[in-house]
């Protein structure tokens, strides 16, 4: 597998990134208050370095969805064209009421994946389609007319 390169932006501020064998964590690093269908941009503090032939894909953190939000779109990849920008996780609130998220709370978990190139390869038969068997329908037994 890969490595993934981490660039802290600020080196005074709390680390909010949690490296595992099988995973990467954000959590929020200040808090946040995110009203009812509001999306907010959260600044990570950290850029990202993808190797070659690989893609990080974030999802929800388990905790952002216990409070009824959700990243932005709802998964997120970056690949080796990120070259270390500084990371923004767009978060949507769902609810019907404001929410505020405190510093540890998950909002997003990545995974490193190792991609290949897809072979097509054409058999030389073409497709043929089959006919599609539709119901008699039944009349309608009310006759609406628009004037």
């Not at 490296?19 to 509001?38: A, L, N």
């Not at 907010?40 to 190797?51: E, Q």
């Not at 388990?62 to 990243?71: A, F, N, R, T, Y």
């Not at 009421?97 to 978990?109: D, K």
């Amino acid at each position: 597998m890969g490595k993934v390169q981490l660039f802290k932006f600020n080196t005074h501020a709390p680390s909010n990134v949690t490296v595992s064998e099988d995973k990467i964590s954000f959590t929020i690093p200040k808090p946040i208050v995110i009203q009812s269908s509001e999306i907010v941009k959260v600044k990570i503090g950290f850029g990202l370095k993808v190797p070659d032939g690989h893609i990080i894909t974030l999802y929800t953190g388990s905790q952002l969805i216990d409070k009824v939000c959700e990243l932005f779109p709802s998964v997120i990849t970056f690949d080796s064209s990120t070259l270390g920008n500084q990371l923004e996780i767009a978060i949507r609130n769902n609810s019907r009421n404001q929410v505020n998220l405190m510093p540890g709370i998950s909002i997003a978990e990545g995974y490193l994946t190792k991609i290949q190139k897809i072979d097509v390869t054409e058999s030389g038969q073409e497709a043929v389609p089959e006919p599609v068997k539709s119901k008699p329908q039944k009349k309608d037994p009310f006759n609406f007319e628009v004037k």
